[in-house]
């Protein structure tokens, strides 16, 4: 990973055209490829980013550049579409890298956990015909939570949340593209599962093609009689 603490401005056009001015700002550069610029402030969001596959370009800049100040001009290009995130660094108070090695992935509190082991076991809340491949699926950026395969031998990744929100669907998508890439599992299709989904997340999941499923989680461990309500 390389964290780069400059001074820049940048501007992403594509599917939507965005313009961050000139500020002092941090700079990640992942072993994936992905490209993220970050403030101060924001939480864990950074202002901008590009997701991989990606192609990140460092060249000088031009003479109208190098006399507004700037030093180096990052192309970040996106290898399947037309976005493209140009940044201008002018100073650099910071630049190093550093070996993170494979991490293990989030460790699932004990009710994600336990749906994933109940989902597992009761594979056919996907559809009747659906067959287990295999929990803990490991990729290159972590592991997909279950893998399986629908009665047409397609393969489906499932990511499971408690509380399903547009963090779950970005990290789903981001497994998808790196999934889909193996030959040996393309076309791969997503599921995202949990027991609450936030209605944003179930737009952005649509829009991208994701299956969302809302479990039940008593009903899953038995515990709900599902014969005796009511409604």
Same mark, same amino acid.
């Given at each position: 990973?390389?964290?780069?603490?400059?001074?820049?401005?940048?501007?992403?056009?594509? %599917?939507?055209?965005?313009?961050?001015?000139?500020?002092?700002?941090?700079?990640?550069?992942?072993?994936?490829?992905?490209?993220?610029?970050?403030?101060?402030?924001?939480? /864990?969001?950074?202002?901008?980013?590009?997701?991989? @596959?990606?192609?990140?370009?460092?060249?000088?800049?031009?003479?109208?550049?190098?006399?507004?100040?700037?030093?180096?001009?990052? &192309?970040?290009?996106?290898?399947?579409?037309?976005?493209?995130?140009?940044?201008?660094?002018?100073? *650099?108070?910071?630049?190093?890298?550093?070996?993170?090695?494979?991490?293990?992935?989030?460790?699932?509190?004990?009710?994600?956990?336990?749906?994933? #082991?109940?989902?597992? #076991?009761?594979?056919?809340?996907?559809?009747?015909?659906?067959?287990?491949?295999? %929990? #803990? /699926?490991?990729?290159?950026?972590?592991?997909?939570?279950?893998?399986?395969?629908? @009665?047409?031998?397609? &393969?489906?990744?499932?990511?499971?949340?408690? %509380?399903?929100?547009?963090?779950?669907?970005?990290?789903? &998508?981001?497994?998808?593209?790196?999934?889909?890439?193996?030959?040996?599992?393309?076309?791969?299709?997503?599921?995202?599962?949990?027991? #609450?989904?936030?209605?944003?997340?179930? *737009?952005?999941? &649509?829009? %991208?093609?994701?299956?969302?499923?809302?479990?039940?989680?008593?009903?899953?461990?038995?515990?709900?009689? *599902?014969?005796?309500?009511?409604?």
């Amino acid at each position: 990973m390389r964290l780069v603490v400059a001074q820049c401005s940048a501007r992403y056009t594509g %599917r939507l055209t965005a313009h961050l001015p000139l500020a002092t700002r941090l700079l990640v550069v992942k072993a994936d490829g992905s490209v993220l610029l970050h403030s101060d402030g924001g939480s /864990y969001k950074p202002l901008n980013w590009m997701s991989p @596959p990606c192609t990140l370009r460092v060249a000088e800049p031009d003479d109208a550049a190098r006399a507004r100040g700037v030093t180096a001009v990052w &192309t970040v290009q996106h290898a399947k579409s037309d976005d493209r995130l140009e940044i201008e660094l002018h100073e *650099v108070v910071h630049d190093s890298s550093h070996e993170l090695g494979v991490d293990p992935g989030l460790v699932k509190d004990g009710v994600e956990a336990h749906l994933q #082991e109940l989902l597992a #076991e009761q594979i056919a809340l996907l559809g009747d015909g659906h067959t287990l491949v295999r %929990r #803990e /699926y490991m990729t290159a950026i972590g592991p997909v939570d279950i893998l399986a395969r629908d @009665p047409a031998g397609g &393969t489906v990744a499932v990511e499971i949340k408690r %509380r399903g929100d547009i963090d779950g669907v970005e990290q789903l &998508t981001r497994y998808l593209e790196l999934l889909n890439r193996d030959p040996l599992l393309a076309p791969v299709r997503g599921v995202f599962a949990a027991q #609450e989904i936030k209605p944003q997340a179930r *737009v952005l999941a &649509t829009d %991208r093609g994701i299956t969302c499923l809302v479990l039940d989680y008593d009903a899953m461990r038995g515990v709900d009689d *599902v014969e005796s309500r009511l409604f």
